[in-house]
């Protein structure tokens, strides 16, 4: 069981620069300006004229209409086939290709772990959150799901774009991975250079009352604990199975985990986990997770088959993190004296191909956010090569990686997109351009089914039914967006 779905989400739009003119026109009244604010919604518009690739893996459909009322599809079909009210705003697609939003299933909208950037921007974690929820959705993503960061700020930026306050992609959150230490913690950057009154204050934001001391409860105290953060607010829950810093640590017992999971789905939440060895995977599997987050990663040790067949058995929804060709040749010269971590990167290539062959669901994860300029300089050139983690680009690289390793244009579509919304349990909202679905649309210069690359071609974004404008996003730059 899923929770009973808030209501309509509106974000802020404005007119995308290629139908600006014909849509104001159209809508009839002068559109609110003010920077954040949504302007008005016609009663009925209208998608005209373009392919449409909805999602459910069908074939496209040329020179379609998508109707649309209230944020919502309300039918989709050809061209002559449908009424168009005379009243409807149209949007002219002609030789364009219409696609569902793009959906990341692990995005993390206040990202840095560095002493620098903590210090930096404490009290701007909203900031931080809102500025990364407007990049990801310029670049087309119009839902994405942060699974770490710290609650209340990404519960409260989450709720203003709920609300039409501000705009950005539409925001799912879990806060604290369950059992972890915050960002100047065990798992992420112990730095001894920061004092330990900055340390606290810092993690606590994070930590709440799920942190590392979970680790020391029985299965019933770790479930109590769950059910108070529950009550909290998150949209979904993400534990621990296996260490950040130290892949070999096992977080939680089988029995504590199934804790977890069984708390979760008591409140309708789906439940998923952080692992990074093939033991960490195995007990997650056994608890009943319904999503595993970098299922690839199991540092030195592919999968084996028997864990594999259950993934599959219990239909689990697997998120990876691919590399390109041109990334993994850049960390194998990086690794050429480091065997471990060459044996790790196969492993890694190995699972993913396993995956593909077994007919797991996968879905698209990039673990993207917006990087600091100190962490940024202290890259090596060949770390900086097509990284997945780099937001507003990560999804395009990740479509582009599955495709080298054989995956069908239409599939890696559907990993990107409805698939994220199956294992999440949003389908039924978002994720394909069906009658009843949300309004979240991307249009495309070219067809993405002749080259994925064709998915960066963005000629306009739509959430619930309004055209994004694209190019004033983000309204309030906080933190320098860097290229690789």
């Known amino acids: 069981?899923?929770?009973?779905?808030?209501?309509?989400?509106?974000?802020?739009?404005?007119?995308?620069?290629?139908?600006?003119?014909?849509?104001?026109?159209?809508?009839?009244?002068?559109?609110?300006?003010?920077?954040?604010?949504?302007?008005?919604?016609?009663?009925?518009?209208?998608?005209?004229?373009?392919?449409?690739?909805?999602?459910?893996?069908?074939?496209?459909?040329?020179?379609?209409?998508?109707?649309?009322?209230?944020?919502?599809?309300?039918?989709?079909?050809?061209?002559?086939?449908?009424?168009?009210?005379?009243?409807?705003?149209?949007?002219?697609?002609?030789?364009?290709?219409?696609?569902?939003?793009?959906?990341?299933?692990?995005?993390?909208?206040?990202?840095?772990?560095?002493?620098?950037?903590?210090?930096?921007?404490?009290?701007?974690?909203?900031?931080?959150?809102?500025?990364?929820?407007?990049?990801?959705?310029?670049?087309?993503?119009?839902?994405?799901?942060?699974?770490?960061?710290?609650?209340?700020?990404?519960?409260?930026?989450?709720?203003?774009?709920?609300?039409?306050?501000?705009?950005?992609?539409?925001?799912?959150?879990?806060?604290?991975?369950i059992g972890f230490s915050g960002p100047l913690g065990r798992d992420f950057n112990p730095d001894p250079a920061a004092s330990k009154t900055f340390r606290k204050r810092i993690n606590s934001i994070w930590e709440e009352n799920v942190g590392p001391e979970l680790g020391f409860l029985r299965p019933d105290e770790v479930a109590l604990e769950i059910r108070k953060y529950i009550s909290r607010g998150p949209d979904f829950l993400k534990y621990g199975s296996s260490g950040h810093n130290?892949?070999?640590?096992?977080?939680?017992?089988?029995?504590?985990?199934?804790?977890?999971?069984?708390?979760?789905?008591?409140?309708?939440?789906?439940?998923?986990?952080?692992?990074?060895?093939?033991?960490?995977?195995?007990?997650?599997?056994?608890?009943?997770?319904?999503?595993?987050?970098?299922?690839?990663?199991?540092?030195?040790?592919?999968?084996?088959?028997?864990?594999?067949?259950?993934l599959k058995e219990k239909n689990i929804t697997c998120g990876i993190l691919p590399n390109t060709k041109k990334k993994d040749e850049a960390s194998l010269k990086r690794y050429a004296q480091n065997p471990a971590a060459r044996r790790s990167l196969e492993s890694r290539n190995l699972n993913i191909a396993h995956f593909m062959e077994a007919g797991i669901p996968i879905m698209m994860t990039t673990d993207a956010g917006i990087w600091s300029p100190e962490v940024v300089a202290d890259m090596p050139p060949e770390v900086k090569v097509d990284r997945l983690d780099t937001l507003g680009k990560g999804h395009f690289i990740w479509c582009r990686a599955m495709a080298e390793r054989g995956m069908k244009p239409m599939d890696i579509l559907l990993c990107a997109t409805r698939n994220v919304a199956r294992g999440y349990h949003k389908l039924d909202r978002f994720g394909t351009l069906e009658k009843g679905k949300a309004a979240d649309l991307v249009i495309l210069d070219a067809n993405p089914l002749d080259d994925i690359g064709n998915l960066e071609k963005i000629s306009l974004v739509m959430k619930d039914g309004r055209i994004v404008e694209r190019d004033k996003l983000p309204i309030k730059k906080v933190v320098e967006l860097l290229e690789f």
């Open 246 to 310: 130290d892949d070999a640590v096992l977080l939680f017992s089988e029995e504590a985990q199934r804790a977890i999971v069984e708390e979760g789905h008591k409140s309708n939440l789906t439940s998923q986990c952080h692992t990074s060895n093939v033991e960490s995977l195995r007990m997650a599997v056994e608890a009943g997770v319904d999503m595993i987050t970098h299922a690839d990663i199991t540092e030195n040790e592919p999968i084996p088959a028997a864990t594999i067949a259950k």
């Open 1 to 177: 069981m899923i929770r009973t779905p808030r209501p309509d989400r509106a974000t802020t739009i404005g007119m995308g620069i290629l139908f600006a003119a014909t849509a104001v026109l159209a809508w009839g009244g002068a559109a609110d300006k003010s920077p954040g604010k949504a302007g008005p919604v016609p009663d009925v518009s209208a998608v005209v004229g373009g392919t449409i690739i909805d999602g459910t893996g069908g074939a496209p459909l040329a020179d379609a209409v998508i109707l649309i009322q209230n944020k919502k599809i309300i039918a989709v079909a050809k061209k002559g086939q449908i009424l168009i009210p005379r009243n409807a705003a149209r949007i002219d697609a002609s030789g364009k290709y219409i696609i569902p939003g793009f959906i990341d299933g692990n995005v993390h909208f206040t990202f840095g772990t560095s002493v620098e950037y903590l210090a930096r921007y404490e009290g701007r974690f909203e900031d931080l959150a809102e500025e990364s929820a407007q990049v990801a959705l310029k670049a087309g993503v119009t839902t994405a799901f942060d699974t770490w960061g710290p609650l209340q700020p990404l519960m409260n930026v989450r709720d203003r774009i709920d609300r039409g306050e501000i705009a950005g992609s539409r925001m799912f959150v879990a806060g604290n991975i």
